[in-house]
């Protein structure tokens, strides 16, 4: 069930290790801030989340553009930096930020969007890595969240129309289902990001073999079987969500 410990990526290298302390630092900064108000604490979080995809995104296309050559993690990086916009508008929503809250976004926006450039721009690895451990976070933090709705000390307020068109809800959806929805978004997230910094560490070793070889020419994850931002809400259950697969998900049953 969503209530299952969930997998964590060991640091292994100083980078990796330095990435892993920033976020855990990140983390505790945002619990002393937001304390248990975790719908706030969501707008910030995907304030952030949705910048790493865009500007990877955009540093690939660019440079695909420059030296004609393809490049596969456009695309998965682009629609991971929509898919989180789209969670940012969805909690917006949910949690009418005062104007004093709405500045700290935005300006959380702006210092993150240009420090994570310059990173990426210098270390695209590292930067994969600590977003991974950064949508560890969220999956904890979604996960939280499923507990005070369950609690009632979140109420279990209808799901705006924004979320429902998004991840094609049901009419009667609730806030719930859609912090199902995120988690398991975020649940890809992680996988993808660890991932890429994977594939990035070792690209040395297999630009020794191949001196052509780029980190973006391949993507092995298989992320079909796995709810995310190309989850199509037709398959499934939301009748009841007490019992739920890994993801947080119960998944209908094919007609017979």
Known sequence: GWQAPQPHMEPQTFSDKAA???????RKLSDMYFERRLLERACMLETIAAVPGFVAGATHHFRSLRSQVHCQWIKIVMDEAENERMHLMTFMHLANPTTFQRILITGAQGVFLTAFSV???????????????LEEEAVHTYTEMLKDIDAGLIPNVPAPDVAKQYWALPEDATLRDVVLVVRADEADHRLVNHHMSDLSRDAGDKRAENPKYKCCDEFNEDLSSRFGPTVDASVLDFSNTSKVGGDGITQKKSAS
Request: hydrophobic share 50%.
């Open 119 to 133: 990173c990426y721009f210098l270390m695209p690895g590292v930067c994969h890595r600590f977003v991974g451990y």
């Open 20 to 26: 892993f302390k920033l976020v855990k630092l990140l």
